[in-house]
């Protein structure tokens, strides 16, 4: 599923490599087998991959196909129908992507004023500087810091939540490719506690990287720690040799801070997404 993404890869395909790792790592998960519910099914051809299915939860599918082979969409879905109990199922698309004419036969519909995900892009170049900030660095994460990593992860989107990363599910998340620790970015106090973190995936074969997740703990936010520890991951993205990042933050109007925050670095909006449901019942 990877490699398919990775081939299909642009700023406005559905799936960077390393969003499929950080989906199905951020809980705690057996990584050797599918939770209860979920379900995942690809379509090859002589060997190539045209289009995988992927049941998160009943209820919930996730997919994606090759441009050139729409009517593995419609495969996908029957696929979908027959190891989905849920009586309302939903799917996130791009806008205009090549599944949709097989959602609407099947009796999906748009829902375009759902909360929806813009992906923004930002060429490496020309970079703005990593701010200093009196009493704040950036660093990147050690192999063994899961558990404080996964900490500054919980405590920053424990507004919207309680979160389920845990140490387990953060050493998941770092033993799953494309995860590598000199691109896990976090911003620390003078004591050298994680008080914001940004994480880049790269993925080589396309020279781009996808910040998937940042967050800043609410008792440091607007000091402009998100901004910087992003802005310091990024730089270390480019110095790897990357020439593009992207990241998908929400774009309407119930969550609106996040593009704020990336679009002040210089990333730009380039596609969204839309989420397709039906009712069974
Ligand atoms: C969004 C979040 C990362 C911002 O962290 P932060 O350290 O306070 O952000 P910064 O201080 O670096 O802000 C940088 C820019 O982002 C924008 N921004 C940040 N928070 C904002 C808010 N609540 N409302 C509006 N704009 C906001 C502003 O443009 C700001 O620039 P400015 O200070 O010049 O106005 C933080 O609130 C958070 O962790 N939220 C929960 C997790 C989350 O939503 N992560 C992003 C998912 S894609």
Redesign the pocket.
């Known amino acids: 599923m990877q490699d398919f993404a990775s081939r299909l890869w642009s700023p406005t395909s559905r799936f960077h490599p390393g969003q499929l790792a950080w989906s199905r790592y951020h809980r705690p998960v057996d990584p050797s087998r599918l939770d209860e519910g979920e379900a995942i099914a690809i379509w090859t051809e002589g060997g190539e991959v045209l289009g995988f299915g992927w049941a998160e939860a009943p209820d919930w599918l996730e997919l994606q196909v090759a441009p050139e082979r729409p009517d593995v969409a419609a495969e996908i879905i029957d696929w979908f129908e027959e190891v989905s109990d849920a009586e309302t199922q939903s799917a996130l698309v791009m806008e205009d992507d090549v599944a949709e004419p097989a959602l609407a036969a099947a009796g999906f519909t748009p829902h375009a004023d759902d909360p929806f995900f813009t992906h923004h892009v930002l060429d490496l170049v020309d970079l703005p500087p990593v701010p200093r900030i009196p009493g704040y660095r950036f660093r990147h994460v050690g192999p063994h810091e899961a558990r404080d990593r996964a900490a500054v992860h919980a405590a920053?989107?424990s507004?919207?939540g309680a979160s389920t990363i845990d140490e387990q599910a953060y050493e998941q998340v770092m033993a799953a490719w494309p995860y590598r620790p000199d691109l896990d970015w976090v911003a620390v106090d003078a004591d050298d506690r994680m008080v914001?973190s940004a994480l880049v995936w790269l993925d080589p074969a396309r020279g781009a990287g996808l910040?998937?997740?940042?967050?800043?703990?609410?008792e440091?936010?607007?000091?402009?720690?998100?901004?910087?520890?992003?802005l310091a991951a990024v730089h270390r993205l480019a110095e790897v040799g990357a020439t593009a990042a992207q990241?998908?933050?929400?774009g309407d109007d119930g969550?609106?801070?996040?593009?704020?925050?990336?679009?002040?670095m210089g990333f730009r909006p380039c596609a969204r997404t839309v989420t397709w449901s039906r009712s069974l019942d």
């Open positions: 920053s989107w507004d919207l914001a910040l998937e997740p940042v967050g800043c703990v609410p440091h936010r607007g000091r402009g720690l998100a901004r910087g520890v992003t990241v998908s933050p929400r969550y609106p801070a996040p593009q704020r925050l990336y679009r002040s």
